[in-house]
């Protein structure tokens, strides 16, 4: 029997590892401006690729002990890794056609129907009342904020094919993230642990970007500020962002781990401003308030209820 108060515990950890991995995420758009060199697909075969073989490096321990398991969920894991492969290189390009801020918010935002969908087909899963609220506030809270961006007056309408394009490389990158996010999850609920799990799909998703990396990276090596984002980029939001997500999909299911991470694009938003100096409309602030809501409904942890006290039988008289 669990201990009372462990499942609002379990719920709670795993919550703020996948917001605080969010928190990290939410800085790659900012970051990669500082190398305007370095194309999407270079930054995301460094970020994914070198931070999913350092994931797999740690991990290496866990994964030769349970070889074993992971070879049984062998069609899991490649379709897991192939996720991982794809979805930097439609997330970065997004952000390079369609803005930092539309490619973040439709990428992010379209993950959690997308996770829902893939749980209720896999697993059965039903939606709890909870998630819909939640999930109803992100996703109207991110698409004000594509609408803010789209109605910008400074923006021409001549990029308007590259932001269609934009959007629909955001559409499949959120596919691939709700899809490696449940192929993860389907791994640690088969009794393998968080870091075989992680290492194994994000590392051989790793493998596969390398090619991508080789062909396309040079201009990472042209100048210090880009080998610096490059790292950063590598290190912080995807090595140690995912071992912070991966320890969150032990505790939540990938649909709420998903409609967390909404939390992202409101993050790149509020950098935008902070530190690229771009101006939000009122619009875009609303959009940011329904983010915050919808992490409020999901974050808000109802105790489990008591058990009443089992009656002690009467004893018989003589």
Not at 37 to 56: D, K, R, S, Y
Not at 175 to 188: C, D, K, N
Not at 256 to 282: C, D, G, K, Q, Y
């Amino acid at each position: 029997m669990s201990r009372p108060g462990s499942h609002i515990t379990n719920h709670l950890t795993g919550t703020v590892c996948v917001l605080l991995a969010s928190l990290l995420w939410g800085t790659t758009g900012t970051a990669a401006t500082f190398a305007p060199e370095v194309g999407p697909l270079a930054i995301g075969a460094v970020a994914m690729g070198l931070g999913g073989l350092l994931q797999a490096l740690i991990a290496a321990p866990s994964i030769r002990r349970e070889t074993q398991n992971l070879r049984a969920q062998t069609g899991v894991v490649l379709l897991g890794a192939l996720a991982v492969a794809a979805y930097p290189l439609a997330f970065y390009s997004s952000m390079h056609l369609a803005g930092v801020a539309t490619g973040t918010v439709v990428s992010i935002g379209s993950a959690p129907l997308a996770s829902a969908l893939i749980e209720r087909m896999a697993d059965g899963h039903r939606l709890t009342p909870r998630w819909t609220a939640g999930a109803a506030l992100g996703l109207t809270g991110t698409a004000f904020l594509c609408a803010a961006k789209a109605t910008d007056p400074s923006k021409g309408t001549e990029s308007a094919t590259g932001t269609v394009l934009g959007v629909c490389l955001g559409l499949t990158a959120g596919g691939t993230y709700a899809l490696y996010s449940w192929a993860a999850h389907r791994l640690i609920n088969k009794g393998i642990s968080s870091p075989a799990a992680m290492g194994t799909i994000f590392g051989t998703g790793g493998v596969l970007l390398l090619p991508i990396l080789l062909t396309t990276g040079a201009p990472l090596l042209t100048s210090w500020p880009n080998a610096a984002v490059g790292t950063y980029m590598a290190l912080i939001p995807m090595f140690l962002g995912y071992l912070l997500f991966g320890h969150g999909l032990t505790h939540i299911p990938a649909s709420t781990a998903t409609t967390l991470s909404l939390l992202e694009p409101a993050v790149a938003a509020l950098m935008a401003v902070l530190i690229l100096n771009e101006h939000l409309p009122t619009l875009a602030w609303t959009g940011i308030a329904l983010v915050v809501a919808c992490l409020a409904v999901l974050t808000t942890t109802t105790p489990e209820p008591k058990q009443p006290p089992t009656p002690t039988p009467a004893l018989d008289t003589p």
